[in-house]
């Protein structure tokens, strides 16, 4: 039974599902799965923690190991949306990339400036800090893939 957006040109199904034959195997997905879910949940109050990526993460674990938990994910009416454009090449939304950009900056720019007295632990925090956002702008705009897929050239 397919997962279907608010567009219909794709969409991402529980079908993908690829349910290890092993039950051990499913039990230890499944408990890696809801170790990330919760890392993903705390992300969205703890600035600088990428709540996104870890539901990502947490998706690919049910995915291998619940039907019913990678069903609930990419229905969730928080997140669920999200989950599904990703997965179905569409990328991040503007608003979502400008919220995540602006708290890496913050976070790390107080990490930085008045928590961190190590200069070699300052230097990896502003590194890993220009990965996350160098990750997030890498990935496709959705209102621009959106507008690329329709064949306009709006959302740029």
Same mark, same amino acid.
């Given at each position: 039974m397919p997962v279907n957006g608010p567009?219909?040109?794709?969409? @991402?199904?529980?079908?993908?599902?690829?349910? %290890?034959? =092993? /039950? =051990?195997?499913r039990l230890v997905y499944a408990a890696i799965g #809801? $170790?990330?879910l919760a890392i993903g949940f705390l992300g969205f109050i703890?600035?600088?923690?990428? *709540? !996104?990526? #870890?539901?990502l993460f947490a998706l690919w674990f049910f995915s291998r190991s %619940?039907? /019913?938990?990678? /069903?609930?994910?990419?229905?969730? /009416? !928080?997140? *669920?949306?999200n989950l599904r454009d990703y997965k179905g090449g569409l990328g991040i939304p503007r608003r979502i990339k400008i919220v995540a950009v602006t708290c890496i @900056?913050?976070? $790390? =720019?107080? =990490? @930085? *400036?008045?928590?961190i007295s190590n200069v070699w632990l300052r230097v990896f925090l502003v590194a890993l800090g220009l990965y996350g956002i160098y990750f997030?702008?890498?990935?496709?705009t959705r209102e621009v893939e959106l507008a690329r897929r329709s064949g306009t050239t709006q959302g740029r």
């Open positions: 567009i219909t040109d794709f969409h @991402v199904g529980i079908d993908e599902l690829d349910l %290890s034959t =092993s /039950r =051990s195997m #809801f $170790v990330f703890i600035p600088g923690l990428p *709540g !996104f990526l #870890f539901l %619940s039907q /019913r938990m990678h /069903r609930w994910m990419l229905t969730n /009416r !928080f997140f *669920g949306q @900056v913050l976070a $790390v =720019s107080y =990490s @930085v *400036g008045f928590a997030i702008l890498d990935k496709p």
